[in-house]
């Protein structure tokens, strides 16, 4: 049997996939709770020993990982205009598997470079103009950057006639930095993956070791690629299929974790009624929106405030007592595990409100637009309204009765009808956290990953559903 063991050293849990190449299945999956401060090991050490128990003594050929541990990649993008190329970076930085903490835009003033500073990024993408058109302002904005945050990396994206003046900025300050082609070459054109490229390899040069993971670098021989980006690999996979293998199609993944609530859609996104005209900024055809406002522990109080005391309120027919307080318990006790009815209860409502309002952000929205030739609809964002897959994952998904009730909770509703989500899509839950071993997977055999994820979530999820 040859064997590998795929590792996701996340934020609360390590979990472990132990994968037989040869006879094409999952052999076992274990977690261990995460501890950054007592070293990250802990908690691999905990799950490997939880997962010889299940399957035996395992002689593993290679070990693959990905991180999300210590705040994952914390990011800043910094732009020229904020609905064009500020956006643009934002995005990039996204589909690499950043953590966004800010987005920038016009030139950057001290207080801006205060705040930057202030919030401790990994790393910041510098974009700005379109290809020979506004460099003063990325001109402006390296010369800040290298002046009030020398120590930061910096992937450069922006207009390609300021990289000269950019380099030698640099260069005379010491900056660390990588020169890639320009998120935005041309107006409303999107071009991110030399950016999302350069920014996973900062993670893996750099980023690791500063974050204390390099620990870990004897066992695995180097972590990846963040989590988050392991998981939109993996989505595209399944999706889009291989060179030898057709996908399953358009397709979205919810990811409900204990900090963030991470939507991913894979599809063009393009209008489906033929009377809508499209707007705004290219859409990616692999898109991830984070919302680190929305969490089930690190970040529930910020979501009781975003949602409010009545939209939780409202899945919670019969709690008696109060939704702030319970909430700043749970980001208290980070690892609490909810055991009791009420305490489920309490869980699957914050799941279902953290859903819908990410699902609200990521979907796009359709307008009346009056012209003087008349109504025209307008569509800003991606159209998932026709899409007929969607994927949940994260733990309070895997361990619940009614996980795709709340994945539901993210569909099309009549008192949103401007919103396009989903109609009536089909609903597979990840119970294995298979979606990032499979997009570590997918950097080695994307031919086996993909045949995985069909056994796996689809097959697997159509037994279930016969039954």
């Known amino acids: 049997m040859e064997a590998i063991l795929c590792i996701d050293f996340g934020s609360t849990y390590t979990k472990l996939t132990a994968i037989d190449l040869q006879g094409e299945q999952i052999l076992g999956t274990s977690k261990g709770l995460t501890t950054v401060e007592d070293g990250i090991m802990v908690g691999f050490e905990k799950a490997l020993a939880s997962l010889t128990a299940l399957i035996g003594p395992v002689e593993f050929t290679e070990k693959l990982a990905c991180s999300s541990a210590a705040g994952g990649l914390k990011m800043v993008a910094v732009g020229l205009v904020p609905e064009l190329t500020a956006e643009a970076a934002k995005r990039a930085a996204l589909g690499a598997g950043a953590r966004v903490l800010g987005v920038y835009s016009y030139e950057l003033t001290k207080s801006d470079l205060a705040e930057i500073k202030a919030v401790e990024p990994d790393l910041l993408l510098l ?36 990289r000269d003046d950019i380099e030698a900025v640099f260069d005379q300050q010491g900056i660390y930095y990588k020169l890639v082609p320009n998120v935005m070459p041309r107006l409303n054109e999107l071009q991110v993956e030399p950016a999302r490229e350069a920014i996973r390899g900062i993670f893996m040069e750099k980023i690791v070791e500063a974050k204390g993971l390099a620990q870990v670098e004897e066992l695995v021989g180097g972590i990846l690629m963040p989590t988050p980006a392991a998981v939109l690999a993996a989505a595209q996979v399944l999706s889009d299929g291989t060179d030898r293998s057709v996908g399953i199609g358009p397709l979205i993944v919810v990811d409900i974790g204990g900090a963030t609530t991470d939507i991913h859609s894979i599809g063009s996104g393009e209008p489906t009624k ?17 919302e680190g406002d929305l969490g089930m522990r690190v970040s529930a109080v910020s979501l009781w405030e975003t949602a409010g005391t009545r939209r939780i309120a409202k899945h919670l027919p019969d709690f008696q007592g109060s939704v702030e307080a319970r909430c700043r318990t749970l980001q208290d006790e980070v690892s609490f595990v909810a055991d009791t009815p009420e305490s489920v209860a309490f869980d699957e409502a914050l799941a279902k409100t953290a859903v819908e309002i990410a699902m609200e952000r990521h979907c796009g929205v359709v307008e009346s637009v009056y012209t003087p030739m008349g109504l025209f609809l307008s569509q800003t964002g991606k159209d998932l309204s026709e899409c007929k897959t969607v994927i949940g994952t994260g733990g309070v998904l895997v361990h619940s009765a009614n996980a795709s009730e709340l994945v539901g909770a993210g569909f099309y509703t009549e008192d949103n009808p401007t919103c396009l989500k989903p109609l009536a899509p089909h609903v597979l839950i990840d119970r294995s956290y298979m979606l990032s071993a499979m997009g570590l997977l997918a950097e080695r055999d994307p031919e086996l990953a993909l045949r995985l994820m069909k056994k796996y979530l689809i097959q697997s999820a159509e037994v279930r559903h016969g039954a």
């Open 127 to 162: 974009a700005g103009g379109t290809d020979g058109g506004n460099r003063d302002c990325i001109l402006h904005n390296a010369r800040m950057i290298a002046e009030h945050v020398p120590g930061v990396p910096v992937v450069v994206a922006g207009n390609k006639n300021a």
């Open 274 to 290: 033929p009377s809508v005209v499209w707007k705004g900024l290219q859409e990616p055809h692999a898109k991830r929106t984070v």
